[in-house]
């Protein structure tokens, strides 16, 4: 015989408590709050690491067109670039990239 919610309903129709998932996202929340500042780069960032659009201009001609230069490639068409111009992170925004993050942590692996 199958054992019945208090209140009298079918033990499928009680309401559980969402408690995992709301956990998670708070953790998520949590972590991009304290880490997500370190990852973004200074704005005249000089080495950063561009990531495309998916559907977008890729990673290569976004660097050209804010007149930078690949250091190395990377992963699912993002690169480490470097340029020059004290809006370099601005141009790269302005020319299609997806997210600019900083690239100091990978300059040295470029060499």
Known sequence: ???????GAPPC????PRVKPLLALNLCLMGLALFGPALLPAP??????VIPRPFGPDAATIVAQAQGFILRT???GALLARGDAPDFVLRLYANGAL????GKALEGCAS
């Open 1 to 7: 015989m199958q054992k019945s919610h208090p209140s």
């Open 13 to 16: 129709a009680v309401a559980r």
């Open 44 to 49: 005249n960032a000089r080495s950063v690491i």
């Open 74 to 76: 990377g992963m699912a």
């Open 99 to 102: 997210m600019v993050l900083d």
